[in-house]
């Protein structure tokens, strides 16, 4: 198998597609190997042509690490916990999984003491119409965007600390998109508490330092006031989402996009209408504490 196996990079710092593998089927070490390596240097990569049952997608995630159970508990699925669907789709009067996942860039789960190190995200159902797909992810390499800031704003970074909250996350979410609950103080203690990441993180296998605050989550650097925090959020949630740092993925059936939590962040676009449908299923896999 690992004889047919290409791997083609797309253009820019990150992104690379594969084919010629059957992830469900018996993928030998060194092709899985071989797709360890991809990722870690691509940051996020596409095998193609994967229809699978989520106890296939799970039993494949594990050979990256420990699956994460999502706090959502209802948009995971009742076959394996470990899965939790991406959806826009009511199913039996309700959703079917997570409706508005994905709305802001963000690194996955970075909202816990160990972030995902990767996410495994399948295309069960794409939006499409008059043959042309919709809803695309987009994902921006938080290593390029760490090089290319000034040597003056690497010297502040130094050290400092950044929030990130899930409850934070929620209210915003809730109030800008009405797909969840606006939830009280007392209600959000069920989720987690902030978890504090350094803004700079040392990626734990390429040894490259990589952003890691997202809009979606990061909420106050530590020790700074809040008009100085805002300020300097802004500066670089804008800075990585400069175009240089970009890879558009442009979904198909049976894709298995695969990303480096620590490498990237990404956003969903919701350009479709909800009419047309969109399935997606999900694994994450535990990492470690950032540093
Ligand atoms: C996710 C996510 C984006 C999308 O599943 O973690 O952010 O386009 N999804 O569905
Ligand atoms: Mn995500």
């Given at each position: 198998m690992s004889a047919t196996m290409t791997i083609e990079n797309a253009d820019g710092p990150i992104g690379a597609a594969i084919t010629g593998v059957d992830v469900a089927g018996a993928l030998d070490d060194q092709a899985f190997a071989r797709i360890e390596q991809a990722l870690n240097e691509r940051a996020v990569i596409v095998i193609r042509d994967q229809v699978l049952s989520s106890a296939q997608l799970a039993t494949f995630s594990r050979r990256f690490g420990k699956l994460q159970v999502n706090v959502?508990?209802?948009?995971?699925?009742?076959?394996?916990?470990e899965v939790f669907w991406v959806s826009n789709v009511v199913k039996d009067g309700k959703p079917?999984?997570?409706?508005?996942?994905?709305?802001?860039?963000h690194s996955d789960l970075c909202y816990l003491e160990k972030p995902s190190k990767a996410t495994l995200l399948n295309a069960v159902e794409v939006p499409e119409k008059d043959g042309e797909t919709f809803g695309d992810t987009v994902f921006a390499g938080a290593a390029a965007a760490y090089d290319a800031l000034s040597d003056g704003m690497k010297n502040r970074l130094d050290g400092l600390k950044a929030a990130n909250g899930y409850r934070y996350m929620w209210n915003k979410k809730a109030h800008e998109f009405g797909k969840r609950p606006v939830l009280s103080e007392e209600e959000l203690e069920k989720y987690p508490p902030d978890a504090l990441h350094p803004i700079v993180r040392t990626h734990p296998d390429t040894g490259r330092k990589c952003l890691f605050v997202c809009y979606g989550y990061t909420h106050a650097v530590i020790g700074m006031d809040k008009t100085e925090s805002d300020a300097l959020l802004a500066e670089l949630f804008d800075h990585i989402a400069d175009p240089a740092f970009l890879y558009r993925h442009k979904w198909r059936v049976g894709d298995l996009l695969i990303w480096d939590n620590c490498a990237v962040q990404h956003k969903a676009t919701f350009d479709y209408d909800t009419s047309l449908r969109r399935v997606m299923q999900r694994c994450t896999v535990e990492g470690s504490v950032p540093y």
């Open positions: 959502r508990a209802e948009a995971n699925s009742d076959e394996s916990p079917l999984g997570s409706h508005d996942a994905g709305r802001y860039w």
